[in-house]
């Protein structure tokens, strides 16, 4: 509810009290002149309170006005009742029904993604993943994280990766990939090791700030370890001594930049071309996509595949051009296909 809104029903539920009690003690001393102002005074609080007397009013005019301060204290109390069930209702109440509404979509997802930590680089991989139209779910503790994940309008949990609760509430059993973006490396191990216990085919990513935390976070079980400080100095370096190649590379490798991208497919076995050549398929006349590198089922590269190259089950294509052509790459390696 808007502050504003319920500081006015504070004020005006106030004024309300202080009016009733008020007339009500002047009432009642100009009808009952013996009576002194403090016993008005109580003989009004009882009356509005609808607590009772202890006394009889002694007249007809007394009588109607405790009516009418009985009548002015059940409103009273009715509109007090009212602000606070919606205090309630529109805190507590509405604050889990979200979550239980926002836990049931979690609920329904599969193959998605979960990003622990929402700080500038958590953030750049949500506006990654959201430009690349995958699903992905916000796992942090911060307000700031919080709120700025909220803004962006993600499906956002507020726990810690390092308790397994948290993990299993993002869905960790149903993901595809974790992308474990804290600024703490212990934080960032602990969640590593977890993950990997409970699930050993996810795909995990993670961010490390030296070369130790590389190293540990690599033995715990990432298949990928970031430094982001390494690699924008890297980019840097790269953009003065190599500027047209690594814009080329921003622009393919980015889900936000321009309509050229580049993409993995794995080769299944039950697709009907796992066998054949590159030039067999005539990949490049059918889909438009150029295959630019093959990685193969022993884990080595093949960077110029040539057009003789069969392409085995297991093994994974990077490929590059517009989103229609690798759409029209990966129909042809679809599984099944």
């Not at 009500?24 to 008005?40: N, Y």
């Not at 980019?235 to 991208?261: I, R």
Request: glycine share 8%.
């Amino acid at each position: 509810m808007d502050p504003f809104r319920r500081l006015r029903q504070v004020v005006l539920l106030a004024a309300a009290v202080v009016a009733t009690v008020a007339g009500g003690t002047v009432g009642f001393h100009l009808i009952i002149t013996k009576e002194s102002w403090f016993q008005s005074f109580y003989r009004s609080v009882i009356t509005a309170s609808l607590t009772g007397l202890d006394t009889i009013p002694p007249n007809d005019a007394a009588r109607a006005l405790s009516i009418v301060m009985a009548v002015c204290g059940l409103t009273i109390i009715g509109y007090s009742g009212a602000v606070i069930v919606e205090a309630i209702s529109g805190g507590v109440l509405s604050g889990a029904l979200a979550e239980r509404r926002r836990q049931k979509l979690i609920e329904k997802l599969h193959d998605h993604f979960i990003i622990c930590g929402y700080g500038r680089v958590g953030r750049r991989v949500a506006e990654e993943f959201l430009a690349a139209g995958v699903s992905y779910v916000v796992l942090d503790y911060r307000e700031d994280a919080l709120a700025a994940a909220n803004a962006h309008h993600d499906v956002v949990i507020e726990g810690n990766g390092t308790q397994d609760e948290d993990l299993e509430r993002a869905g960790l059993d149903r993901a595809k990939g974790l992308v474990i973006a804290s600024d703490d490396d212990a934080d960032n191990l602990y969640i590593t090791l977890s993950a990997r216990n409970t699930r050993p085919d996810l795909q995990i990513v993670v961010r490390a700030s030296d070369e130790d935390a590389k190293r540990k976070l690599e033995l715990a079980g990432a298949d990928r370890v970031v430094m982001p400080y390494n690699a924008a100095g890297r980019t840097m370096a790269n953009l003065v001594l190599k500027p047209q190649v690594t814009a080329f590379l921003d622009t393919v490798t980015t889900a936000t930049g321009a309509d050229l991208h580049l993409a993995e497919i794995e080769v299944d076995r039950t697709c009907q071309h796992a066998g054949k050549t590159i030039r067999d398929l005539r990949v490049r006349h059918e889909t438009g996509a150029i295959i630019i590198a093959l990685r193969k089922k022993d884990g080595s590269f093949d960077t110029t595949p040539e057009p003789d190259t069969s392409l085995e089950p297991g093994d994974v294509i990077v490929g590059v051009g517009t989103s229609e052509e690798l759409r029209e790459l990966e129909d042809m390696f679809a599984v099944g296909s």
